[in-house]
């Protein structure tokens, strides 16, 4: 079961939108609607953003929103703030018979 | 609104164990489902597997099946991992982290563990 693909840096100016895509297959990304994202900045824990392709946890900035179509989903921020400066991960379940979970490579967003 | 605090970093020496605990407040632990991931040094996240206290089943990651057990101790609302015969390469932050039935997500995580392995 290979990682899911993400480009591994993006970066905007602050108040650009800016979109972070995520593949897999069939097996994951395409057959569930079970596709969540996290942020995480040095240091710390992961926090949630996007849970099951398109929904805000509470307290979560509407600026942050989820997508999906086919095999690859996607987060896009919109109105790009210093803040959100991080690495953002995917990770969606899997029907693989070796694991339930499979993450995405991770992708640093730097704010220029 | 839910916390999850684990124990504190550990140094090992290869061939042996180490046993990480994740002990939850601010909710009722025995429906939970606590996973747990790892992060090598400036590397992705791992699933290792999984655990539902209420039901005392237990899911692993094939990489690792063998040699992690995660446990819980619902009078004390704390889930254990323990993994077995270290090598370098298990050098990471191992993290917990809550899920639900139904919920295929992680919210909250813990603070994170970091693990090294090194003779």
């Known amino acids: 079961q290979s990682a899911l693909t993400q480009p591994a840096s993006v970066s905007g100016s602050p108040g650009q939108s800016i979109t972070i895509s995520c593949t897999g297959t069939?097996?994951?990304?395409?057959?569930?609607?079970?596709v969540s994202w996290y942020q995480q900045h040095p240091g710390k824990a992961p926090k949630l953003m996007i849970y099951?392709?398109?929904n805000r946890p509470s307290g979560v900035f509407n600026r942050f929103s989820g997508s999906k179509s086919g095999n690859t989903a996607s987060l896009t921020i919109s109105g790009l703030q210093a803040e959100d400066e991080a690495d953002y991960y995917c990770?969606?379940?899997?029907?693989?018979?070796?694991?339930?979970?499979?993450f995405g490579t991770g992708t640093k967003v730097t704010v220029l | 609104q839910v916390q999850l605090v684990q124990s504190g970093a550990e140094v090992k020496k290869p061939g042996s164990s180490v046993k990480v605990s994740c002990k939850a407040s601010?909710?009722?632990?025995?429906?939970?489902?606590i996973s747990w991931v790892r992060q090598a040094p400036g590397q992705g996240f791992e699933w290792m597997g999984r655990?539902?206290?209420?039901?005392?089943?237990?899911n692993y990651a094939q990489k690792f099946q063998g040699r992690v057990t995660i446990t819980a101790d619902k009078s004390t609302s704390t889930a254990y991992m323990e993994l077995s015969s270290l090598r370098s390469e298990d050098t990471a932050v191992y993290y917990c982290?809550?899920?639900?039935?139904?919920?295929?997500?992680?919210?909250?995580w813990g603070q994170g563990t970091l693990v090294t392995v090194s003779s």
């Open positions: 982290a809550r899920g639900d039935r139904g919920a295929w997500y992680f919210d909250p």
């Open positions: 601010g909710g009722t632990f025995s429906t939970y489902i």
């Open positions: 655990i539902i206290p209420i039901l005392g089943v237990t």
């Open positions: 069939s097996s994951d990304v395409g057959d569930y609607n079970y």
């Open positions: 099951d392709v398109s």
């Open positions: 990770c969606s379940y899997t029907s693989s018979n070796t694991l339930y979970y499979v």
